[in-house]
């Protein structure tokens, strides 16, 4: 079977994306040229409307005693326990011979997973992996040696070595210890960590080596244990009048003459404690493949951002109120910073690598926002030169060696999120040299931030030219762009022979997600994969294939092999998804790239329209969902993450609603611009993206202005409220689930970014949380509120509900839902929640 689906229907007349059993590809210039066509100034009226297609090499045919089309969807379906519409594939790898392929699978009715492995051939059947073999293949993260012969990997805490050409796996240790971060040093002996100690395995005598332990404490060679200058008085006076004291300082001084000459004397002694002081806490560590070097950042203990709150759970298995500690709010305006070192495990020195060399690090960047608030409380800033906090990036492999261990490079950040340092650290002087310095005057991004070394340079990706590309570097030379365009870069791979860089992005159009290559030089541009939809990879280990996860609008998630060695098309080898999910008459939203009346660009949105509805005599009811997280994508070609949602669209659909799904701006997939159109001012450019929308559904979709409802969860909840409460007239009814009312009160590590801290900005907040405009309500408004967010805080909803109640408003209603965490888990929850939305859509539209 070959699925077709619509891409954009962007034509005033509108065309309903539809699912058809046959279909021609298309080109992949075409579609980018429409792309680049729908990203300029002029109307977006009428384009031609363009294909992807998705070929499938075998037929899905499901058992039906029904046509589709007389099938109900119900809440009680969609709502109930997932398991009913399959089980997709999850954490999929690669075995070691490039033919096999491992995934695990959810057990139907159990939160338990399986691992399964499967044969990329034609006849494949996957086989469930028993629980004794598991440390054979659970290698999904596993590090290859420099001749590619042997690998190492963790499994349950314990070190596994396995050759590659027999299969043998050797157990390393087999400690209730947890063995993590296992590599193979250039001597070909493998390392590793427990807590804060590090250890060489020699594979020729099996040998263990203590090769660095990292003490929070100080070092006591240095009498660093004196708590203040009293106390060092007192100390002193006491060793010059009691003659006892002194001579157990003297005898206490030998000792550790004695203990300093034999370790330096006799090699059998360990001598590897480094000290870094009492009251501090090892952030970062990595170790050099040399075995001779590490680089580790440290801060102080207390500076950790969680467990400073406390959140009460009232349904509890002994019935007593559980009081769980979780994360501090960004009101507390905490700064975080780390120091940075050097140490050299022969010498058994530390060098300090100050960020005095990174250019900006004593730049005040938040100036023109200090000003601003202090003048509005009638006071005057002045503007000064001072060391900003600055810590190692919290990103995914911040620190990197070069494999030879001879140069390393890491990634940095500042406190106040708007500088981003990728650096090296010269070994021989010991001192920070900067590769790179992305600046942004809102907020570094905290996705596309990988690099790694391509032989004596360094590759990284940066939004710099305002879309996620990727750059090489020399260290003493001139950055070269590799990619670029109006599309994003992520997930880059470098080749093993170093000529080929592998990636995602969605070159032909925002919401479609494919695979390309690109040579090193920046040369040969092409597409790996033209599947449309959404698409995640692996590269084989011998590298001739790709793994690839592929979805798209009305499929769940299943895997596919391509062969990178021939032109044929992706093959699929997985087949999870149930009979009943794919009997079931699912509506296939449009994507739409709908005019801004404030920005250039479009706003991609899904459109869900009901049969016939332009045949229809009398106006549409409509619903707008509003996505969370903020920066999200919604509007694409694949699966959503928002699977209930989906079908509840699909549910209103088939009772005559349109339904509208837009990625306002601060949306993920369209660039740095787009993302940080919110910053210092959530939920104003969002708000005016949602009246386009009503706007776009009356002028285009037959949609009653007066008929039109919204609803969404977390960001979405914090969108329907402000909505809401500052542009009354926008929507007849809407119901805010896990809603952010006060982002003072929601996590510093995302909401600094975009609003600063309050001590710095309190106009942002102020004009950025619902809670100061909740007078503005005037239509029926549902709050659904999970009790034990660790997320959003039930906090938040309680707080908004006094005020309300304050304001004597009176067409608001709050559903509670005590056992449920910011992600619903219980299908009764869900089933009880979607049974208030749509009855209040029932009521209201």
Not at 66 to 79: A, H, R, W, Y
Not at 101 to 108: A, E, N, R, V
Not at 761 to 784: H, M, Q, T, V, W
Request: charged residues 25%; proline residues 4%; neutral net charge.
């Amino acid at each position: 079977m070959k699925i077709k689906i619509i891409v954009a229907a962007i034509s005033l007349s509108l065309t309903a994306c539809v699912v058809t059993s046959t279909g021609e590809q298309t080109p992949e210039s075409v579609l980018n040229s429409n792309y680049a066509q729908q990203s300029t100034s002029e109307a977006i009226s009428p384009i031609k409307q363009e294909v992807a297609t998705v070929a499938v090499e075998k037929e899905v045919k499901p058992v039906l005693s029904v046509n589709p089309s007389d099938i109900q969807i119900t809440l009680e379906q969609i709502m109930s326990d997932p398991d009913w519409m399959g089980r997709s594939p999850e954490r999929w790898y690669w075995g070691d011979d490039s033919q096999t392929i491992y995934y695990s699978q959810k057990q139907k009715g159990s939160p338990l997973r399986d691992l399964f492995s499967q044969t990329v051939s034609d006849s494949a059947q996957s086989e469930k992996v028993s629980l004794d073999k598991l440390h054979h293949v659970s290698d999904r993260n596993a590090v290859k040696n420099s001749a590619g012969t042997q690998e190492v990997y963790t499994y349950q805490g314990n070190v596994f070595l396995k050759t590659l050409s027999s299969g043998k796996v050797t157990q390393l240790t087999h400690t209730t210890a947890n063995e993590n971060s296992a590599m193979f040093l250039t001597n070909g002996n493998v390392a590793y960590r427990v807590n804060n100690k590090f250890f060489e395995h020699d594979l020729r005598n099996n040998q263990i080596i203590e090769l660095a332990s990292l003490l929070s404490d100080n070092d006591p060679a240095n009498n660093q244990d004196k708590a203040d200058d009293k106390a060092n008085y007192l100390a002193t006076e006491q060793n010059k009048l009691i003659e006892y004291i002194a001579l157990q300082q003297r005898n206490k001084a030998l000792k550790t003459q004695q203990s300093d000459r034999l370790k330096a004397q006799n090699q059998s002694i360990t001598k590897t404690e480094f000290y870094f002081g009492k009251g501090k806490r090892i952030v970062h560590a990595s170790l050099s493949p040399l075995g001779n070097k590490m680089i580790v950042s440290i801060a102080d203990a207390k500076s950790s951002r969680a467990d400073s709150d406390i959140m009460p759970n009232y349904i509890t298995d002994n019935g007593d109120i559980d009081a769980q500690n979780v994360r501090a709010r960004v009101g507390n305006n905490y700064q975080y910073k780390e120091e940075l070192f050097l140490v050299d495990l022969k010498s058994g020195q530390k060098f300090a690598l100050t960020f005095d060399s990174l250019p900006g690090f004593d730049q005040d960047v938040l100036a023109e926002v200090r000003k601003e608030n202090y003048q509005r409380e009638g006071k005057t800033y002045q503007s000064k030169k001072s060391p900003r906090n600055i810590h190692v990036m919290r990103a995914s492999s911040p620190i990197k060696w070069h494999k030879d261990g001879k140069q390393v490079a890491l990634l940095l950040e500042a406190w106040d999120n708007k500088d981003r340092w990728l650096a090296s650290v010269n070994l021989l002087s010991n001192k920070l040299e900067n590769q790179h310095r992305l600046h942004d005057n809102a907020w570094i991004n905290w996705s596309f931030n990988e690099f790694g070394w391509l032989e004596d340079k360094l590759y990284y990706l940066s939004e710099e030219t305002g879309f996620s590309h990727l750059y090489t570097k020399s260290l003493k030379g001139k950055a070269k762009q590799i990619t670029s365009g109006r599309f994003e870069v992520s997930d880059v791979t470098l080749t093993k022979d170093n000529a080929r860089f592998i990636f995602k992005a969605n070159k032909v159009h925002p919401g479609v997600h494919d695979i390309y290559q690109v040579n090193t030089d920046g040369s040969n541009f092409t597409a790996l994969t033209t599947l449309g939809g959404s698409n995640d990879y692996a590269l084989s280990p011998d590298e001739s294939k790709l793994l690839i996860q592929h979805s798209t609008v009305t499929m769940p998630p299943e895997l596919y092999v391509k062969d990178l060695t021939s032109n044929t098309s992706a093959k699929r080898i997985t087949y999870t998804v149930s009979d009943k999910f794919l009997s079931m008459p699912w509506a296939a939203p449009s994507v739409i790239a709908i005019p801004s009346s404030n920005q250039k660009e479009p706003i991609y949105s899904r459109v869900y329209l009901p049969k016939n509805y332009d045949k229809k005599a009398s106006k549409n009811k409509a619903v707008m969902f509003t996505h969370g997280a903020g920066y999200l994508q919604n509007a694409h070609l694949g699966w959503s993450g928002y699977f209930r949602e989906f079908m509840f669209h699909s549910m209103l659909v088939q009772q005559g609603y349109v339904v509208i799904d837009m990625d306002y701006r601060a949306s993920a997939g369209y660039g740095r611009d787009w993302r940080t159109a919110i910053y210092r001012h959530m939920g104003k450019p969002e708000v005016e993206d949602m009246r386009d929308g009503v706007n776009w559904l009356v002028e285009n979709a037959n949609v009653d202005r007066q008929r039109i409802g919204t609803y969404g969860g977390s960001y979405g909840g914090f969108l329907t409220l402000m909505s809401m409460f500052t542009q009354p007239d926008l929507f007849a009814s809407g119901s805010a689930l896990r809603l952010v009312s006060d982002w003072a009160y929601y996590n510093h590590g995302y909401t600094s970014n975009i609003l600063n801290t309050p001590g710095d900005d309190a106009i942002a907040y102020e004009r950025s949380s619902p809670i100061y405009f909740a007078e503005g309500l005037e239509k029926p408004l549902l709050i659904n509120a999970p009790m034990v967010d660790d997320n959003v805080f039930f906090q938040d909803t309680v707080r908004l509900v006094q005020r309300l109640i304050e304001l004597e408003k009176q067409d608001f209603e709050t559903a509670i839902y005590p056992v449920e965490p910011h992600g619903f888990v219980q299908p009764s929850s869900w089933l009880n929640e979607y049974r208030r939305i749509y009855k209040l859509f029932e009521s209201t539209l």
